[in-house]
């Protein structure tokens, strides 16, 4: 980024501008890489919690046949804005798993730019909570350049108070990227009416032999299931903690950044 | 144990219940039979504490507490406990998880003890075997892929792991096979004593076969028109509601 962002630009149009004008320009990208080299793998955790901005460009790649799985927790502290993007090289026949928990700040957005090579995978499993007047985002746009890449992308979402949670998802293949199979699974739930989510998926494609499946959902939590917990004696902050839990489980996260995200909705209840 | 008393009740402005009277006395088993329309499921809902229902006029007590004071969870906690005609799916909550989750909640509310693990599987799994349901169905998600037949024994188990006061079921016979027909039967027959009654809610005489219930009521246009013994089940199968509301 060289320039402050505007509502112009598609990728932030959800985004809260203002945090993000107050804090700039605090100075240069921060640049970082993981490399994981060819045939090997790595599991690593990432952990953001700053107090002002982050704004790291980090450098992401895995090599021929590589595996990796990376967890990120986005929990700053209530004055931070973070824009982190992640530019993810996945090589021919290398798999890369991306969790994210997004959850903290005043405004805080991931971005993830990933080239998938032929017969390479990628998923996401995302989730987003937000509450007060919190703006959280994921943005992703995947590239399916070479024969035969899959991509699976989970996002669950849940907002409260004010609260605007947003899920950007652009799939673009390109005239090479055949066999392409890729699916995105976008859903939000609103604990509040005056909570915002948006879901926006987006399609560019190229190749005329591909899969690419997307869904998005935005609703309330089921007031059937609320009245039968209700019925077998289950009272409402906790039917309401229990579907909502089930809800993020769908974006399959590893155990103790699901405990995390627990600790957060038992607190909203 | 379950009183109610003149009770009217209406749904978005248009009244369904109009002066329902009716008692169930401790372990008994009471069948309500009426043609679509009268009031049935609205009347399973009122007692259970569903959204949505208003009550115009009327009361019900139960176990001489004020029931429609209470929240649909207190209730249960209270000991009513309501069979669904059209059980819900929960995606991503395991049967296993919801029923423990239940059981607990009610057991809190009583000021009584939580079951551990290992009681509570033991419980569950005594009742699941009777009922049919293998402990694999129930680990998986609330009725999720669950046939109509295996949602109702589901619903039994359920019933029998709570052990109710009083047990409403609403049309719990309703698109089950001969099979699982027999299975629900056997498990009110079986929760049958001085500690459980039952009101039954049924268009059907079929259930009635295998239930025989102390009490049988007809109910048409919202109020209780006619009551007797089990064999006014026989002449509202022979004769149909419209001559018996005459």
């Known amino acids: 980024m060289t320039a402050l962002p505007t509502r112009k630009d598609e990728d932030w149009r959800y985004s809260d501008l203002t945090a993000l004008a107050e804090v700039w320009p605090s100075g240069d990208a921060q640049m970082r890489s993981v490399a994981v080299p060819a045939g090997e793998s790595r599991a690593l955790a990432e952990r953001l919690a700053g107090t002002d901005w982050q704004n790291e460009r980090v450098v992401v790649t895995v090599g021929a046949g590589g595996k990796l799985h990376l967890s990120i927790v986005q929990a700053g502290e209530p004055s931070a804005v973070t824009t982190q993007l992640y530019t993810v090289a996945v090589a021919d026949d290398a798999h890369a798993r991306f969790d994210i928990l997004n959850t903290g700040g005043r405004f805080g957005r991931i971005a993830l730019d990933v080239t998938l090579g032929a017969r390479a995978s990628f998923e996401l499993g995302g989730v987003i909570l937000g509450r007060g007047e919190q703006t959280l985002e994921i943005v992703t746009t995947l590239r399916h350049v070479a024969p035969g890449a899959t991509s699976r992308q989970t996002v669950r979402t849940v907002v409260d108070d004010r609260a605007t949670g947003s899920f950007l998802g652009k799939v673009m293949v390109a005239r090479a990227g055949q066999q392409t199979d890729a699916a995105q699974s976008v859903k939000a739930l609103l604990l509040s009416r005056s909570a915002t989510a948006n879901a926006k998926p987006e399609l560019e494609i190229f190749a005329d032999d591909v899969k690419c499946a997307h869904g998005a959902t935005v609703g309330e939590l089921d007031a059937q299931a609320l009245f039968y917990l209700a019925s077998r004696g289950v009272g409402p902050a906790e039917a309401k903690a229990l579907l909502t839990e089930a809800f993020i489980g769908d974006a399959g996260m590893p155990e103790a950044m699901f405990d995390e995200a627990v600790q957060w909705l038992r607190a909203a209840a | ?246």
């Open chain 2, 1 to 246: 144990m379950l009183e109610i008393t003149d009770l009217h009740a209406t749904i978005g402005g248009k009244t369904i219940l109009n002066g329902l009277t009716l008692g169930v006395g401790a372990g008994e088993v009471h069948a309500i039979m009426g043609p679509n329309g009268a009031g049935k499921s609205t009347l399973s809902y009122v007692l259970s504490g569903r959204a949505g229902y208003e009550v115009t006029g009327g009361g019900v007590t139960f176990e001489g507490r004020d029931l429609l004071a209470l929240d649909a969870h207190e209730r249960a906690a209270a000991g009513l406990f309501l069979g669904l005609q059209y059980p819900v799916e929960i995606p991503g909550v395991s049967n296993l998880t919801f029923l423990r989750t239940a059981l607990n909640a009610q057991r809190r509310a009583r000021g009584e003890a939580e079951a551990s693990g290992a009681e509570f599987l033991k419980l569950v799994r005594t009742e699941a075997d009777g009922f049919g349901l293998s402990m694999d169905m129930l680990k998986r998600a609330v009725n999720v892929g669950f046939s109509g037949g295996e949602k109702k024994r589901n619903e039994m188990v359920q019933m029998a792991v709570l052990a109710p006061k009083l047990a409403v079921l609403d049309e719990t016979d309703s698109g089950l096979d001969i099979d699982a027909l027999r299975v629900v039967a056997d498990g009110i027959n079986r929760g049958r004593s001085p500690q459980r009654s039952t009101l039954l809610i049924t268009h059907y005489q079929r259930l009635l076969d295998y239930v025989v219930p102390d009490f049988i009521h007809v109910l048409v246009g919202g109020r209780i028109v006619r009551s007797g013994g089990p064999e006014l089940a026989h002449e509202l199968e022979r004769d149909g509601y419209v001559s018996i509301a005459a």
